[in-house]
Nanobody, 125 residues
Framework: QVQLVESGGGLVQAGGSLTLSCTAS????????MGWFRQAPGKEREFVAS????????NYADSVKGRFTISRDNAKNTVYLQMNSLKPEDTAVYYC??????????????????WGQGTQVTVSS
């Protein structure tokens, strides 16, 4: 497992943009698939996006397709979530997740075994 630290959350108006970052500890980051999940008040945690170890394969929840982009910089041990055209319903705590795997497609909480503490994103209308 790796230690994950998210940053970049905050308050933004609807239609605005925000970029989240997640930095991982360790020397084998490039062997990890990474994901972002979110949990809104009173709701279950849900999948947002994932990216394979090489960055060559990504997967998105339908609710964010075309608005969010996940990317990674293996030299910096960091994964990003670029969020554009934000909506009030995007308000949630966003969590970074990791799993050591050379697989390509991930979309469930059970796919990951390391989690960050979360960062709050609030979108005002």
């Amino acid at each position: 497992q790796v230690q994950l630290v998210e940053s970049g959350g905050g308050l933004v108006q609807a239609g605005g943009s925000l970029t989240l970052s997640c930095t991982a500890s360790g020397r084998t980051f490039s062997r990890y698939a990474m994901g972002w999940f979110r949990q809104a008040p009173g709701k279950e945690r849900e999948f947002v996006a994932s990216i394979a170890w090489s960055g060559g394969f990504t997967n998105y929840a339908d609710s964010v397709k075309g608005r969010f982009t996940i990317s990674r910089d293996n030299a910096k041990n960091t994964v990003y979530l670029q969020m554009n055209s934000l909506k009030p319903e995007d308000t949630a705590v966003y969590y970074c997740a990791a799993v050591r795997s050379l697989g390509l497609r991930f979309g469930a909480e059970a796919d990951f075994d390391s989690w960050g503490q979360g960062t709050q994103v609030t979108v005002s209308s």
